[in-house]
């Protein structure tokens, strides 16, 4: 794929029970961009990551991968370029070991046995779950499950990388250690979190959603120090902007 840009125009989503998550949401995305997308629970953050990678066809609205249109017959060729780490890693692990997870993506394309071991090796020491390889997914912690389902998609290297709260349940060592995996991947990524201090650090771009619809859009030190947008939006600004219960100085962005 030559470009990894990504575009949404007008998408609009609603589940089959009628209740409608995504209301007429357009952005383009450009090649290497990283953007972070907030917004309190039950924004629509998932449910949009959902309808960009075909696991729903949003009911209005066109959604585009690279140079692809995303629908029932292109998804195999998108899903090559996008490594999307769910929310919930049991919706990612399903193997019998740690090592047979990370190891379905690079079977999948036909990679002979020595390259994909090769992969697996990588990813995992990339994570730092090395010592978990031979685990059942089943028996991890939360955190170790989300360390797992990260290293499947990093052994897939795929084109554009989604995030769905990659840092969630993590401890501060294993937090930083995903931030320096998503610093260092230079292609197009694309971030949901609560953790805003992370998406100061990571997202040069950040989309608001409020009830479905994008409420803010555009440079990430300007959105998340906006403490008016914030609140409406049902969120707080970043601790590391929020004021120093000592002092009472403002923190540098
Ligand atoms: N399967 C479903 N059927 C009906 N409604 C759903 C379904 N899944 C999600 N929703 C609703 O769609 C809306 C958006 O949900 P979504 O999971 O995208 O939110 P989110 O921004 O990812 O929230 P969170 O921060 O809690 O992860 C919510 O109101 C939710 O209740
Ligand atoms: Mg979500």
Do not use: W
């Not at 260092?184 to 989309?207: E, N």
């Not at 906006?226 to 120093?244: D, R, T, V, W």
């Amino acid at each position: 794929m030559s470009h990894h840009k990504v575009e949404l125009k007008e998408v609009s989503f609603s589940y089959a029970d009628g209740h409608q998550a995504l209301d007429n949401v357009s952005f383009l995305l450009g090649h290497g961009e990283s953007v972070g997308i907030v917004g309190a629970n039950g924004a629509g953050k998932s449910t949009l990551l959902s309808v960009l990678t075909g696991i729903q066809f949003p009911q209005k609205g066109t959604v585009r991968v690279g140079d692809l249109p995303v629908n029932k017959k292109t998804l195999p060729e998108v899903r090559r370029s996008v490594g999307l780490v769910f929310q919930e890693p049991d919706d990612q692990l399903f193997m019998t070991s740690v090592y047979d997870d990370v190891a379905f993506g690079p079977r999948n394309y036909r990679l002979d046995e020595e390259e994909v071991d090769r992969r697996v090796m990588e990813a995992l020491e990339e994570v730092g779950i090395t010592h978990l390889k031979d685990r059942p997914p089943y028996k991890l912690s939360g955190g170790e499950k989300r360390l797992a389902a990260i290293a499947a998609v990093i052994s897939m290297k795929p084109d554009i990388l989604i995030m769905d709260e990659p840092t969630a349940s993590l401890d501060p060592r294993a937090r930083r250690k995903i931030m320096n995996i998503l610093k260092g991947f230079s292609h197009t990524k694309i971030i949901t979190s609560h953790d805003l201090d992370m998406i100061m650090d990571m997202c040069t771009r950040t989309i608001v959603l409020k009830q479905g619809k994008i409420a803010a859009d555009g440079n990430t030190g300007e959105i998340l120090s906006n403490e008016k947008l914030m609140e409406e939006c049902g969120l707080e600004i970043p601790l590391a902007l929020q004021n120093c219960p000592v002092c009472r100085s403002s923190k540098a962005i």
